[in-house]
């Protein structure tokens, strides 16, 4: 197989690392508004960037805001997530970039019913055969509330849809598709019925366990949020037990459902400057989560107007300055 290599040089603008180093953590929150600036939304495009290769059978074929991962399981290939429908020519470019034809996609993994993770299934399915997976909770929600998951669609972007899985993902399900299982656990809280992912993939010999936390978000969580969204104030607590319930999965690779949740692309920067396990660390998992939990537990203690503040700007420019 032939793999496009894109070298800094080739990408349309360069890549500065300015994030982990020097950067106060405080003052940068990646699970605050990430959301495109109002001239990413105009031209979702301006958001894609090259795929490449993870580790082993791995691949990131995502853009600047969603995250979506390739798995050549070697009887045809699982996606997990997709970004919005407005970024599916970006998706299918980067997916042939890396010398697979679309139509290899055999399983569509969606890890919870939000429109920058899903946005895109239906006409990915419709071109492709792939059948979907989600879990059942997130589906009912999906169903049950059509006229919340329609502004949404409409929130985050042009075409994206609802879709009807074909497989209702129960906890602890696996998915088997060639060489990998992929263990699928209810990790609620960001939604109803978010799913986390984990699996073990082999790179020239070694054994690696790659771990995806499900929905790692937390502003749907504040009390204004979710009374206006009519969910159940419960889930503030269900965020926190799901953190708990996968703190001890073991992790060498972290992935996330959004780039900025594990750096890919400045790992990417790393791998490219000679650091060839840049993508494999076991402390990640810890640390993230560790992150995750102290900045939702500082949030739950915002006023709304401290909320509104903290999400009142996208700062997802912040972020990748330099690009
Ligand atoms: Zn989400």
Excluded at 65 to 91: E, R, V
Excluded at 271 to 298: S, V
Aim: glycine content about 8%; overall charge negative; some cysteine.
């Amino acid at each position: 197989m032939n793999y496009y290599y894109f070298t800094q040089k080739s990408m349309a603008m360069p890549l500065e690392i300015r994030v982990r180093g020097g950067r106060n953590l405080e003052e940068f929150n990646r699970f605050g508004n990430m959301n495109p600036t109002p001239e990413f939304c105009g031209r979702p495009y301006l958001m894609d960037r090259p795929s490449f290769p993870i580790a082993g059978n791995l691949y990131f074929v995502g853009n600047l805001w969603c995250s979506s991962h390739l798995i050549d399981t070697g009887d045809g290939l699982i996606l997990l997530d997709t970004p919005t429908a407005g970024s599916l020519p970006g998706l299918l470019f980067n997916i042939a970039a890396l010398g697979f034809n679309p139509r290899e996609l055999k399983y569509i993994v969606v890890s919870h019913a939000h429109s920058d993770h899903f946005g895109a299934v239906a006409a990915l399915a419709h071109l492709t055969g792939a059948k979907t997976f989600m879990s059942a909770v997130d589906t009912r929600d999906m169903r049950e509330n059509p006229e919340r998951m329609e502004k949404m669609n409409l929130d985050l972007g042009y075409y994206n849809e609802c879709f009807t899985p074909d497989v209702e993902l129960e906890d602890g399900d696996i998915i088997s598709l060639g060489n990998t299982r992929m263990r699928c656990v209810l990790t609620p809280g960001h939604t109803v019925g978010v799913m986390s992912h984990f699996w073990t993939l082999e790179d020239e010999g070694r054994a690696f366990h790659v771990g995806i936390y499900g929905g790692a978000g937390f502003v749907s969580l504040s009390r204004v949020a979710l009374e206006r969204n009519s969910q159940p104030l419960s889930l503030q607590q269900d965020f926190l037990d799901s953190i708990d319930k996968v703190w001890d999965e073991p992790v060498d690779i972290m992935l996330g459902n959004h780039p900025f949740h594990n750096d890919v692309y400045f790992k990417r920067k790393r791998f490219l400057a000679g650091e060839e396990d840049a993508f494999i660390d076991p402390g990640e998992w810890h640390r993230f989560l560790g992150e995750l939990r102290a900045k939702y537990l500082t949030f739950l203690e915002k006023s709304p107007q401290e909320v509104e503040a903290m999400y009142a700007r996208s700062q997802i420019s912040d972020y990748y300055k330099g690009i």
